[in-house]
């Protein structure tokens, strides 16, 4: 049987982390086999101890300093022993039920990369706070523009690799710009990369959500930098 790696790094969330944690165990991901794999990124909310009871069970792993989500998913891909690798946020915006519809292209073997698209699914507009819909579109647009893509949702959360692929790239960056410099390296390196719609309900900064406007000046010059180098 295939194995999924599921990639899940967590940041202060003791609040929805339990819940989130459950559902991924009742996802079904295609009938594969799962390895989860927990990156705490040293959490100052009483996480980490949620996390340490856990780690009898599961693969937990700790950082001893905050150093961002793509530090934490740097950690997790090099743990990752599945034949497919994907990413799974510690909050409830993203449904893990939603792998069913990713997985199908890497297992029959139609691309190398799927992204889950929040803008795919017209459902999901009325869930977006504004400006935040508005940075994702600019940011996708600068994406296709710089490295001649046709993709809908380069800050998607919801990434799916064969394991062989996303283990193949060194990533450089450590806090959310891991999201644009993936998508540099996936698009220069040609791969097959697909998109199919997902569900998402954001969550607001009072929520808990932590990407801010400085999050987003990173990513496009960590677009530029990638389009150019490395």
């Given amino acids: 049987m295939k194995k999924i790696s599921i990639i899940i790094p967590v940041f202060n969330e003791k609040d929805t982390f339990k819940l989130l944690l459950e559902k991924v165990e009742q996802a079904n991901f295609c009938?594969?086999?799962?390895e989860i794999i927990m990156v705490d990124d040293c959490s100052t909310d009483g996480t980490t101890e949620i996390l340490k009871e856990l780690s009898a069970n599961y693969k937990v792993l700790f950082h001893e300093k905050n150093q961002g989500k793509g530090a934490?998913?740097?950690?997790?891909?090099?743990?990752?022993?599945?034949?497919?690798?994907?990413?799974?946020?510690?909050?409830?915006e993203y449904l893990p039920d939603d792998y069913d519809k990713l997985l199908p292209l890497l297992i029959n073997n139609e691309?190398?990369?799927?992204?889950?698209?929040?803008?795919?699914?017209?459902?999901?507009?009325?869930?977006?706070i504004l400006k935040n819909k508005i940075a994702n579109k600019f940011l996708t647009l600068l994406t296709n523009i710089l490295y001649g893509a046709e993709i809908t949702d380069m800050e998607t959360?919801?990434?799916?690799?064969?394991?062989?692929?996303?283990?193949?790239?060194?990533?450089?960056?450590?806090?959310?710009?891991?999201?644009?410099?993936?998508?540099a390296k996936?698009?220069?390196?040609?791969?097959?990369?697909?998109?199919?719609?997902?569900?998402y309900v954001g969550r607001g900064h009072e929520e808990g959500k932590k990407i801010n406007w400085k999050d987003g000046i990173h990513a496009i010059l960590t677009l530029i930098k990638f389009r150019f180098i490395d």
Wanted: positive net charge.
């Fill in 111 to 128: 691309a190398d990369v799927v992204y889950g698209s929040r803008f795919k699914n017209k459902e999901n507009l009325k869930n977006f």
């Fill in 72 to 92: 934490a998913i740097k950690t997790a891909v090099k743990e990752a022993t599945g034949d497919f690798v994907c990413i799974q946020d510690a909050d409830l």
């Fill in 31 to 34: 009938g594969l086999e799962k």
């Fill in 186 to 199: 996936v698009m220069k390196k040609k791969a097959r990369l697909k998109e199919v719609p997902i569900s």
């Fill in 157 to 183: 959360c919801y990434k799916a690799f064969k394991r062989e692929f996303i283990q193949g790239i060194t990533i450089k960056s450590n806090r959310f710009d891991f999201e644009p410099e993936i998508t």
